[in-house]
Each structure stands twice: as structure tokens, then as C-alpha cells.
Antibody
Framework: QVQPVQSGAEVRKPGSSVKVSCKAS????????IIWVRQAPGQGLEWMGR????????NYAERFQGRVTITADTSTNTAYMKLSSLRYEDTAVYYC??????WGQGTLVTVSS | DIVMTQSPDSLAVSLGERATINCKSS????????????LAWYQQKPGQPPKLLIY???SRESGVPDRFSGSGSGTDFTLTISSLQAEDVAVYYC?????????FGGGTKVEIK
């Protein structure tokens, strides 16, 4: 059973970028869709985008277009989410999920000056 | 975009009693070619990632207690907890994976009365 493990917490300044990784163990990432979801403090779940590693196709939520890039490296079984031009309101826990079933533990990204 | 509207925002139920959460989508999430509703339910406890409970609107994920059930089709869906247990205190989200952008409901907080 595939289980994703995410990279650790990050602190970034406004205007910078952050790249979060999601490494899958117990199976091949290329078999699944990988989605990225974020959750601001005390808020609900917000879909950011997804990648189909086998086809190398990525789709993004319109509100993140131009700021988010989702990639996958099948050789290392790792997916990545890069968010640029960070704002204070991007402070959130970022999750990857494999096939909608197995979720990573979450990565807290804090944007602070 | 398909908007997912959950109700109520919160509910308090006595231990052993039934809890019912509703979810309405702004467009049908039923794929007529395979007769499947692209609708899932997640449970999220504080400090944890979401956990998949139900997919295809009514299929229970492996290991999920049978007190959890999902029903509905098209645009109207329900998650039922037949006999609330203390460990069921959480926020529950419906999620459509029928079309991009994928979207989540706003969440329903379930507490013990």
C-alpha cells in the first residue's frame, strides 16, 4: 500500500517560494493521480492541483495559476509542489494525497517577515 | 466549477445516536457511462490529515467501521453515522472528483451532545 511522506516544515518570507516534496513508499507513484490540498489555520480543505505522473499532465486550480507548479519524478517516486510569490495568506498545512486514499502527514508552511 | 455545499455546519449528537450530514453539488457528479458518482467523504481529526471513509458515494473504504454509510446520487448525498462513538468526533468533508477543479465541501463538525 502506497504511503506518502512529506518534507518538513518551512518558514519563508513574503515574495519567496517554497517547494514541498511527497515521497511514496510501498508502491509506484506513476500508477496514481497525486493531488495537492492545503488547509489554512482553522479553515477547510482547498484543492490546489494534481498530476498524473504516467502522462506527466498537471492541472491547477485557477486561483493558483501562474504561482504553483506540480511535478513528479518517477525515478525517485517523489512528487513536488512549488508555490511562488508567497503571501502571508499562504500560511497553511499543505498535503499531498495519492489516489485520494493515502495522505501525507502534511507540511506546515509559514510565511512571515 | 462544481460547488459543494454541506449542511449543517456543525451538529451535536448523543453517544449511540444517529448523525446525518448532507452534501449538495451544484452540478451532477454522476458519470452516466459507468453509473458511478464521483463523490467521496473524508473524516479529519485535529492535527491529522483527512482520512478517506467513502468513495463512489457509497463504497466504504477498507477498515472503516460499518456504522459509516454513504448514500445519494446525482447532486444530493448523505453521510450517516448510525451510532455515534466518541472517536467519531471530527470534521467531515464531502469531495467531488468528477471534474477539474476538484472541490470540497466546507466541512461539518460533529461533536458529542
Amino acid at each position: 500500500q502506497v504511503q506518502p511522506v512529506q518534507s518538513g516544515a518551512e518558514v519563508r518570507k513574503p515574495g519567496s517560494s517554497v517547494k514541498v516534496s511527497c515521497k511514496a513508499s510501498g508502491g509506484s507513484l506513476s500508477t496514481y493521480n497525486i493531488i495537492w490540498v492545503r488547509q489554512a489555520p482553522g479553515q477547510g480543505l482547498e484543492w490546489m492541483g494534481r498530476i498524473i505522473p504516467m502522462l506527466n499532465i498537471a492541472n491547477y486550480a485557477e486561483r493558483f495559476q501562474g504561482r504553483v507548479t506540480i511535478t513528479a519524478d518517477t525515478s525517485t517516486n517523489t512528487a513536488y509542489m512549488k508555490l511562488s510569490s508567497l503571501r502571508y495568506e499562504d500560511t497553511a498545512v499543505y498535503y499531498c494525497a495519492v489516489g485520494g486514499q493515502a495522505w501525507g502527514q502534511g507540511t506546515l508552511v509559514t510565511v512571515s517577515s | 466549477d462544481i460547488v459543494m455545499t454541506q449542511s449543517p455546519d456543525s451538529l451535536a449528537v448523543s453517544l449511540g445516536e444517529r448523525a446525518t450530514i448532507n452534501c449538495k453539488s451544484s452540478q451532477s457528479v454522476l458519470n452516466s457511462s459507468n453509473n458511478k458518482n464521483y463523490l467521496a467523504w473524508y473524516q479529519q481529526k485535529p492535527g491529522q490529515p483527512p482520512k478517506l471513509l467513502i468513495y463512489w458515494a457509497s463504497s466504504r473504504e477498507s477498515g472503516v467501521p460499518d456504522r459509516f454509510s454513504g448514500s445519494g446520487s446525482g447532486t444530493d448525498f448523505t453521510l450517516t453515522i448510525s451510532s455515534l462513538q466518541a472517536e467519531d468526533v471530527a470534521v467531515y468533508y464531502c469531495h467531488q472528483f468528477y471534474s477539474i477543479p476538484l472541490t470540497f465541501g466546507g466541512g461539518t463538525k460533529v461533536e458529542i451532545k
